[in-house]
């Protein structure tokens, strides 16, 4: 056991020896490793941004259901119950009139125009049920529903909901699905030039140490102790290049949030943005070093399979 964890911290050290001497040869890897990173980095960010974005505009959309005032506290609680079972209801709030005139009122509190000519009437606000959906995009089902001859018959006016609050919603989304589509296209393309720049780099690096593997290999070296080291040394290019692009990010945030003063960014909230990524800054460096390592090891792996022959004749 001893001798296996000796042989181990060898072909640790051998690869960190390794590295350092091919070190020009490895900046064209890190460097496209670094650009692959940081896009899947800046893809997670987005993603999780867009989705806070778009949960926190949907719990602001309700469907407003006006009633008549000829109807009868049990026929609008009949309604209410009806609404509440249907698969795509969230939530659902009923206001009787005296409690949708106060809605109003603190709704418009600025508009005197509108409080004033309000004070003028006996009450003109019906009473009203607020609906949330669950999902926005089979709002369709609920306006179907209310449509019916019988639920129509209860209502004093069409039921509405916030139109520009959808649209915004259909932009996010649409942009969000975007931002994926490119940014695994992306992640994808750098990583196969990432494995390839790797491949020939370990590739160089066995072409310099040829006959050094001639003589491991007449001394009787196993596979694993002559593989070792490109992998460790592929495994380095992995973790630098997480490390760097972390930092680009936190560099990117820093300068939007002092330099530019920035708190969006079309549709990005940078300010979630950065709060997210300093809440998950871990998850996100193990993210990193996993992807890294991944692709550092597996192109590694396949750069020695494919050029160092380990039978020795």
Known sequence: MKRKWITFLRIIHTGIVNFIRNLSLAVAAIAV????????????????????????????????????DTNTEVQNQNLVSKITKLPNTKSVQYLDKKTALQRYINQNAGNQALLIAVSQTNNPIPATILVKPNDLNRIQDLKTFLSSTDNKALQSDEASYSGDRKQAIDKITGATNTLRKIGVTAVAIFTVICALIIFNTIQMAIFNRRDEITIMRLLGAKTSYIRGPFIVESAIYGILAAVLSLLIINGLFLASNNALQATSLGLLDINYASTFFSENFWKLLGLQLMVGTIIGVVSSVIATRRYLKFKTK
Do not use: E, Q
């Not at 896009?39 to 008549?68: C, E, G, P, Q």
């Open 33 to 68: 490793m670094v650009v692959t990173l940081t896009i899947v980095l800046f893809s997670v960010i987005a993603n999780a941004t867009f989705t806070n974005t778009i949960a926190s505009i949907t719990n602001r959309i309700d469907i407003s259901v006006y009633l008549k």
